[in-house]
């Protein structure tokens, strides 16, 4: 995901999050983002109101409530879409988040209508990490495995952080299960080593996006406990 310039959600510094209060925060700071006049760039606003969508949609996700999540994240990746509309070009980290919330949200028709719409951009051509992993994201959302495998391979090659994203990615696309499931355990541990988070919202997202992508390779992956999950009880 990405950042924005409206400050982010501030919550206690603990792993133990109240996530019903955290969600009606999201929801309060997403109708003073839709309310706030706009200062500097339009994009960046745009991107601020979906920010507190997918936090509402993600708080959801941890509360169990996933239709209230489906909801969330599907209008997260509307706002983002909007948001990407009005950014200026090589702003790949929009469709990233775009995609991210589709599969979240478990929406793949959508997933696959933005997938396109990406490769319609140039992300393939695009130089850098970020656009080597949009693409090779959407191309796994629209199951061109095989041409993903060198943009996965590049986005690690070239430095995209944390590093086992792209090595996840890169699993999935040569249909290697076991590599898939150590880089995605790294992922984990990355998202648990790491101090700061969008919105401050303390979910390692990133693991259910690579989870959806598995699912419909007929890769059931093993359940990771950690509080950064959903469906895991902090007090284990």
Known sequence: MLSTTFPALRFPDTWTMDWGETR???????GERGRAPARGREDFRLAGIAGASWAAGLASAMLGENAAAAEWLGRAADEYVTSWRAAPPGSWG???AVLRCRLMAGDAEGARVDAEATLDEGALDAPGPIAAYCAALALLVLERDAEAVPLAERASRE???PVAVADA??????AESGEFARARQKVLRSFEERDAFLEDIRVADTVLVLNALARVRGIVP???RSALLPGTDPGD
């Open 24 to 30: 009606e925060r999201a929801i309060r700071e997403h």
């Open 94 to 96: 929009r469709p990233i």
């Open 159 to 161: 430095g995209l952080d």
């Open 169 to 174: 990615l890169g699993a999935l696309a040569r």
């Open 222 to 224: 093993e359940p990771l």
